[in-house]
């Protein structure tokens, strides 16, 4: 008896499963056959490449540009024709306010005697008496001037060659606050 029940319950579900079968699938297969006979592809042609024209350099022979050589060869010739001859004396003896930069000194107040102006200037907490001639600064500045209220500077510097050139500075009267 249990087979008979067995069957009779099995027997709709069989039914249910042979009606999902192969009947969709072919209909799909179909369909897809058919946009793939209808759709036309269009693919865009490559471009035809660009043909190769070398370039003919006809400054090879020449010379760099860049070569190192040819800067030295150049800085010579310049260094021949300046003939300026200006450079520091290295060998004399180094003054007091030499060891202090440009920036740091102030120029306080002035100072004469008879034939003579002295410049009092200011570095920190001392105080120093300059006059024409004294160097100070540390690029190798000379005083060539003193006024009440300035101290002119010829100072001795390098440039991006190598050269020595001068150079004008000014240290103004600083008026010290009341």
Not at 172 to 178: A, G, H, I, M
Request: glycine fraction near 6%.
């Amino acid at each position: 008896m249990m087979p008979y029940r067995a069957i009779v319950l099995f027997l709709p579900v069989a039914v249910l499963l042979s009606a999902c079968g192969n009947g969709a699938e072919t209909e799909v297969h179909q369909w897809m056959e058919q946009t793939k006979r209808e759709t036309k592809v269009f693919v865009k042609p490559l471009a035809e490449p660009k043909t190769f024209a070398p370039f003919a350099y006809s400054q090879k022979d020449s010379i760099d540009p860049f070569d190192p050589g040819k800067l030295a060869v150049a800085l010579a010739k310049l260094r021949a024709q300046s003939g300026k001859g200006i450079k520091p004396d290295m060998e004399r003896r180094r003054e007091p306010l030499e060891q202090y930069s440009l920036d740091t000194i102030k120029m306080v107040g002035t100072l004469q005697k008879p034939g003579m102006t002295y410049a009092i200037l200011q570095v920190d907490k001392l105080v120093f008496q300059a006059k024409v001639g004294n160097y100070l600064g540390q690029n190798f500045g000379m005083i060539t001037g003193i006024t009440e209220d300035s101290v002119n500077i010829k100072e001795i510097v390098q440039d991006a060659s190598g050269e020595w050139t001068e150079r004008q500075a000014k240290l103004e009267l600083q008026e010290s606050p009341k």
